[in-house]
């Protein structure tokens, strides 16, 4: 199983970016997606996550700005990023809760390579 994220870069405070990140492997199901973020010197922490049958959660900080979405045919995760702020730099990573064969019941964690947002003031 391979997550595969894109989109970040540089952007003026104010901005926005649009974040990708496609799952690709053996997959059975894909009960979670998010994206977390970790600034430079801190923890790596939760954006935003969305289920399968499209219920959302956001952190605080981004609520109003932020919009998490999938494509479960596309196995693609979105997070489109509006009114950024400087305090938004950091490196995104994306997440998935996977069950990756039918006979497997449980379900494991797999994260992306992660992808740089800078938001400039």
């Known amino acids: 199983v391979q997550l595969q994220a894109s989109g970040g870069g540089l952007v003026q405070a104010g901005g926005s970016l649009r974040l990708s990140c496609t799952v690709s492997?053996?997959?059975?199901?894909?009960?979670?997606m998010g994206w977390y973020g970790q600034a430079p010197g801190k923890q790596r922490e939760l954006v935003a996550t969305i289920t399968s049958d499209g219920s959302t959660n956001y952190a605080d900080s981004v609520k109003g700005r932020f919009t998490i979405s999938r494509d479960n045919a596309k196995n693609t995760v979105y997070l489109q990023m509006n009114s950024l702020k400087p305090e938004d730099t950091a490196v995104y990573y994306c997440?998935?809760?996977?069950?990756?064969?039918?006979?497997?019941?449980?379900?494991?964690?797999?994260w992306g390579q992660g992808t740089q947002v800078t938001v400039s003031s």
């Open positions: 997440h998935a809760k996977i069950r990756p064969f039918t006979w497997v019941r449980n379900e494991y964690d797999y």
């Open positions: 492997g053996s997959i059975f199901s894909i009960r979670v």
